[in-house]
């Protein structure tokens, strides 16, 4: 049955790899000729902004202000997204914004931002800034941000058109937006969850209290009318005035904890709930939420009325600052603890070290490069969010990359491998008569996985994380002249596509549990990045609708042992895994999905 599935799929998907590869070569061939022309590719979406630094720019330090640079990153980015949308558009949203360096009088800030993907009315623009010193020629990075804007038309509703990547970079950015935008839809439910379900260290009664300032001592409260200065070309209050009016307010809250002129670090998402225009009256509010050990966060929120008579006030956007007080050697110093006043004063300062959580588990998970991540990574309700986003983001990024390389054909199943730093990606495409939402069900379930697996000898559901993300217990057989079986503790994540296009991704990674601990009767095996990405191929969807199923897998070079979990066994090392992989395991990579997959829905070869 396995050959004659082949044969079928030799006969009637050769024109498929074969156009595909066409499509790749011409695409190849055209990139090369206007690269021979001097032109080079740019995105259409892309915007760049240069602005020298003059003192009318700069803070009590000489530096340029964050509120400055905030109004530059926000006209760029309305820009870039004004160019796809073709109509108007207003910030929704921007994120988290990490400030690596300060920029001097003098010196030129290098702005570029581009729109990675379009949703039906909102945009992902992704944002760099880059300094550069003149006298010198030195450049270095200064921040990144990505920030949502949405495209608003009076008359008619507005549905964009589709971005279409084209570099790596591209690719990369366009595959992971999707999956960026779904944790800021739950980011709120994640602080809730996090006060609620997760011990959040409460040392106040610990503290020195002769070091201690009262939360109230740091309040800040000013209006600012908005005038037609601070209009955008739309009518509406300049986002980025907003964003700077916040920051200086955020600026002086934190001067009066600290006695000084404190450095802003970071901030964390400022979120736009609704308009102002010219003549409202903007009431900003800051006072330091938490003051930890060489940091401290301040809270901003923005409330707008339009008559002085008005009982009832809008809020129509927040924001999380944190700062830091630098010595002379720009080290950050001690700071003096706060002590909150007794209830919104302690949700708050509750509310700062869970968010100072998020933050150290997205770095730890998150913006880490790969190979100074842990395959196996501790799990809890606290760092799911950050875990699940890594998980599907590695997969989608790892598909995305355009250098990989072609091993071995066999049966229109294609292996490719990727060498990269410590690790060794193995890629394999196939295309099979599977409907993609029925394989879906099937590949992401693991409990059915021994059904058609051989490396799969037992699958336990641990733990049912939420609709879309799953633990599960998975031991195999002894393989490689190992006694012992081998044993993985797996998170499963798994998305439908976004948008047409998309892939279905099941996504695979190592997590660690307490309930569930290395025992003498395993070798217990890690995976950093595994997991399946499914494509729709062709029209007769009905029928026959054709599936592409991409298998990545990132493992160490340190061995290589089933497929679907690659593993890193501790104190081993095994070579020659590229001869073992091109020639038993690809026979069964493509056996095992074209014959199992086939006959669990019911395909055969008369379909």
Same mark, same amino acid.
């Given at each position: 049955?396995?050959?004659?599935?082949?044969?079928?799929?030799?006969?009637?998907?050769?024109?498929?790899?074969?156009?595909?590869?066409?499509?790749?070569?011409?695409?190849?061939?055209?990139?090369?000729?206007?690269?021979?022309?001097?032109?080079?590719?740019?995105?259409?979406?892309?915007?760049?902004?240069?602005?020298?630094?003059?003192?009318?720019?700069?803070?009590?330090?000489?530096? $340029?202000?964050?509120?400055?640079?905030?109004?530059?990153?926000?006209?760029?980015?309305?820009?870039?997204?004004?160019?796809?949308?073709?109509?108007?558009?207003?910030?929704?949203?921007?994120?988290?914004?990490?400030?690596?360096?300060?920029?001097?009088?003098?010196?030129?800030?290098?702005?570029?931002?581009?729109?990675?993907?379009?949703?039906?009315?909102?945009?992902?623009?992704?944002?760099?800034?880059?300094?550069?010193?003149?006298?010198?020629?030195?450049?270095?990075?200064?921040?990144?941000?990505?920030?949502?804007?949405?495209?608003?038309?009076?008359?008619?509703?507005?549905?964009?058109?589709?971005?279409?990547?084209?570099?790596?970079?591209?690719?990369?950015?366009?595959?992971?937006?999707?999956?960026?935008?779904?944790?800021?839809?739950?980011?709120?439910?994640?602080?809730?969850?996090?006060?609620?379900?997760?011990?959040?260290?409460?040392?106040?009664?610990?503290?020195?209290?002769?070091?201690?300032?009262?939360?109230?001592?740091?309040?800040?409260?000013?209006?600012?009318?908005?005038?037609?200065?601070?209009?955008?070309?739309?009518?509406?209050?300049?986002?980025?005035?907003?964003?700077?009016?916040?920051?200086?307010?955020?600026?002086?809250?934190?001067?009066?904890?600290?006695?000084?002129?404190?450095?802003?670090?970071?901030?964390?998402?400022?979120?736009?709930?609704?308009?102002?225009?010219?003549?409202?009256?903007?009431?900003?509010?800051?006072?330091?939420?938490?003051?930890?050990?060489?940091?401290?966060?301040?809270?901003?929120?923005?409330?707008?009325?339009?008559?002085?008579?008005?009982?009832?006030?809008?809020?129509?956007?927040?924001?999380?600052?944190?700062?830091?007080?630098?010595?002379?050697?720009?080290?950050?110093?001690?700071?003096?603890?706060?002590?909150?006043?007794?209830?919104?004063?302690?949700?708050?300062?509750?509310?700062?070290?869970?968010?100072?959580?998020?933050?150290?588990?997205?770095?730890?998970?998150?913006?880490?490069?790969?190979?100074?991540?842990?395959?196996?990574?501790?799990?809890?309700?606290?760092?799911?969010?950050?875990?699940?986003?890594?998980?599907?983001?590695?997969?989608?990024?790892?598909?995305?990359?355009?250098?990989?390389?072609?091993?071995?054909?066999?049966?229109?199943?294609?292996?490719?491998?990727?060498?990269?730093?410590?690790?060794?990606?193995?890629?394999?495409?196939?295309?099979?008569?599977?409907?993609?939402?029925?394989?879906?069900? $099937?590949?992401?379930?693991?409990?059915?996985?021994?059904?058609?697996?051989?490396?799969?000898?037992?699958?336990?559901?641990?733990?049912?994380?939420?609709?879309?993300?799953?633990?599960?217990?998975?031991?195999?057989?002894?393989?490689?002249?190992?006694?012992?079986?081998?044993?993985?503790?797996?998170?499963?994540?798994?998305?439908?596509?976004?948008?047409?296009?998309?892939?279905?991704?099941?996504?695979?990674?190592?997590?660690?549990?307490?309930?569930?601990?290395?025992?003498?009767?395993?070798?217990?095996?890690?995976?950093?990045?595994?997991?399946?990405?499914?494509?729709?191929?062709?029209?007769?969807?009905?029928?026959?609708?054709?599936?592409?199923?991409?298998?990545?897998?990132?493992?160490?070079?340190?061995?290589?042992?089933?497929?679907?979990?690659?593993?890193?066994?501790?104190?081993?090392?095994?070579?020659?895994?590229?001869?073992?992989?091109?020639?038993?395991?690809?026979?069964?990579?493509?056996?095992?999905?074209?014959?199992?997959?086939?006959?669990?829905?019911?395909?055969?070869?008369?379909?």
């Amino acid at each position: 049955m396995i050959q004659n599935v082949g044969n079928h799929l030799r006969r009637g998907l050769a024109s498929v790899f074969s156009n595909r590869t066409s499509r790749k070569s011409a695409l190849r061939a055209g990139n090369d000729s206007a690269m021979a022309d001097g032109e080079g590719y740019r995105n259409p979406t892309e915007v760049q902004m240069s602005q020298l630094v003059l003192p009318c720019h700069t803070n009590q330090r000489g530096e $340029l202000s964050i509120g400055q640079l905030l109004k530059w990153i926000d006209t760029t980015a309305c820009l870039s997204a004004e160019r796809h949308a073709g109509c108007p558009c207003v910030t929704a949203s921007m994120d988290d914004i990490y400030f690596e360096h300060t920029i001097s009088v003098g010196q030129v800030v290098n702005i570029k931002a581009k729109v990675n993907r379009a949703f039906n009315s909102s945009m992902e623009v992704g944002i760099q800034v880059a300094s550069e010193d003149l006298c010198s020629e030195k450049q270095w990075n200064v921040c990144k941000a990505l920030a949502t804007f949405v495209a608003r038309r009076e008359i008619t509703k507005v549905k964009l058109k589709q971005i279409t990547p084209r570099t790596e970079e591209e690719k990369m950015e366009h595959s992971v937006a999707a999956e960026r935008r779904r944790m800021r839809l739950v980011y709120a439910d994640t602080i809730k969850d996090l006060l609620a379900n997760c011990a959040i260290q409460d040392d106040l009664e610990s503290r020195d209290c002769s070091r201690m300032v009262p939360a109230e001592k740091t309040r800040v409260e000013s209006v600012e009318l908005v005038l037609p200065p601070h209009a955008n070309h739309q009518g509406n209050t300049f986002g980025g005035q907003i964003m700077a009016w916040m920051e200086n307010v955020a600026t002086i809250a934190a001067s009066r904890l600290c006695r000084a002129h404190p450095t802003l670090k970071t901030i964390e998402m400022f979120h736009f709930r609704g308009p102002s225009q010219v003549g409202d009256r903007l009431v900003l509010k800051a006072i330091v939420n938490n003051a930890f050990k060489h940091s401290m966060e301040v809270g901003v929120c923005v409330e707008a009325y339009r008559q002085e008579a008005e009982t009832h006030r809008r809020h129509i956007n927040s924001a999380f600052m944190t700062f830091v007080v630098l010595d002379a050697d720009d080290q950050p110093q001690l700071l003096p603890w706060i002590r909150p006043q007794p209830g919104d004063g302690e949700r708050r300062y509750r509310e700062a070290s869970a968010r100072k959580k998020i933050r150290l588990d997205r770095k730890y998970i998150v913006s880490c490069k790969q190979t100074e991540v842990p395959l196996s990574v501790p799990w809890d309700p606290s760092n799911q969010v950050c875990l699940s986003y890594n998980n599907v983001s590695s997969l989608k990024m790892l598909v995305a990359k355009d250098n990989w390389v072609l091993s071995s054909e066999i049966s229109q199943v294609r292996l490719y491998t990727l060498e990269d730093d410590k690790f060794l990606s193995f890629h394999m495409e196939m295309v099979v008569h599977v409907d993609a939402a029925q394989a879906f069900l $099937l590949l992401s379930d693991l409990r059915q996985r021994p059904e058609w697996d051989k490396h799969y000898r037992s699958v336990e559901l641990v733990q049912q994380v939420d609709e879309d993300d799953a633990i599960y217990h998975v031991t195999s057989p002894a393989l490689g002249g190992h006694t012992k079986p081998q044993d993985f503790v797996i998170l499963a994540s798994r998305r439908k596509p976004c948008d047409n296009g998309d892939p279905y991704v099941i996504a695979l990674r190592s997590v660690t549990l307490p309930t569930h601990r290395e025992t003498p009767e395993y070798r217990r095996g890690e995976t950093l990045c595994s997991g399946f990405c499914l494509w729709r191929e062709g029209d007769q969807l009905t029928k026959r609708c054709w599936v592409r199923v991409s298998l990545t897998e990132l493992v160490s070079a340190s061995g290589f042992h089933s497929w679907g979990l690659e593993s890193r066994s501790k104190g081993r090392r095994s070579d020659g895994w590229n001869g073992k992989l091109a020639g038993g395991h690809l026979s069964t990579l493509k056996a095992i999905p074209v014959a199992k997959i086939n006959s669990r829905f019911g395909y055969h070869q008369d379909t």
